[in-house]
């Protein structure tokens, strides 16, 4: 048996396992993250999402900064899908 002052080989075996659980807990979790935050939320527990988080944080000139970037961006995917639908429509009007 393998002595370190108070700590013996199980206490270090024991952590490890303890470590080893956690770290897998930990990614199983972040692999289901979508679906464990929706049954928790479905228990009445409410999780708050990252982002969710850092919106809570900012000042609101931050806010309508963020606000402002969001809307731009809507406006790009609706603007590339709105011509990827007429080069569609074209495409088979010309066939």
Same mark, same amino acid.
């Given at each position: $048996?393998?002595k370190?002052?108070n700590?013996?080989? @199980?206490?270090l075996?024991? !952590? !490890?396992i303890g470590v080893?659980t956690?770290a897998? +807990? &930990?990614y199983? &979790?972040k692999k289901?993250? %979508?679906?464990?935050?929706s049954?928790?939320? =479905?228990? +009445?527990?409410?999780? =708050?999402?990252s %982002?969710?988080a850092? &919106?809570?944080? $900012?000042?609101l000139?931050?806010? $309508?900064?963020?606000?402002?970037?969001?809307?731009?961006?809507? !406006? *790009? =995917?609706?603007? %590339?899908?709105?011509? !990827?639908?007429? *080069?569609?429509?074209? @495409?088979? @009007?010309? =066939?």
């Amino acid at each position: $048996m393998i002595k370190i002052g108070n700590v013996k080989k @199980e206490h270090l075996v024991g !952590a !490890a396992i303890g470590v080893g659980t956690v770290a897998i +807990g &930990y990614y199983l &979790y972040k692999k289901n993250q %979508s679906k464990v935050d929706s049954f928790l939320r =479905k228990q +009445g527990i409410n999780i =708050k999402t990252s %982002s969710q988080a850092a &919106y809570d944080n $900012m000042n609101l000139e931050e806010l $309508m900064t963020t606000k402002e970037h969001l809307e731009d961006l809507i !406006a *790009e =995917k609706e603007l %590339s899908t709105n011509s !990827a639908v007429v *080069e569609t429509v074209v @495409e088979a @009007e010309t =066939k």
